[in-house]
């Protein structure tokens, strides 16, 4: 399954980008998707995760702010950034896992788009 995400760019601080990425491949079925980053200097780090429930998670710092969401006819998970500070200057990686219909379990990431936040 390949992975290709976009969105990222320069933004004020205060401002919202959109991030996307669409999944293609073989018939496949993506069970959880997530988005993490990496800033400059910083190890990766998990941002936001969403289960084929419904049911999200996000890490503390992007509460409130940023939201994950999904669109399973289309294999595309979006993050909604609102409200950006510069600290979430990053590189921004999809990531998705699920099995193929084989029965074959996979997972995959994205190329990463870069977010800047300008103060």
């Known amino acids: 399954v390949q992975l290709q995400a976009s969105g990222g760019g320069l933004v004020q601080a205060g401002g919202s980008l959109r991030l996307s990425c669409a999944a293609s491949?073989?018939?496949?079925?993506?069970?959880?998707w997530a988005w993490y980053r990496r800033a400059p200097d910083k190890q990766r780090e998990l941002v936001a995760r969403?289960?084929?429930?419904?049911?999200?998670n996000y890490a503390d710092s992007v509460k409130g702010r940023f939201s994950i969401s999904r669109d399973n006819a289309k294999n595309t998970v979006y993050l909604q950034m609102n409200s950006l500070i510069p600290e979430d200057t990053a590189v921004y990686y999809c990531?998705?896992?699920?099995?193929?219909?084989?029965?074959?379990?996979?997972?995959?990431w994205g190329q990463g788009t870069l977010v800047t936040v300008s103060s």
């Open positions: 990531n998705a896992d699920g099995t193929y219909d084989s029965g074959y379990a996979f997972g995959s």
């Open positions: 969403i289960k084929n429930s419904g049911n999200t």
């Open positions: 491949g073989s018939t496949f079925n993506i069970d959880d």
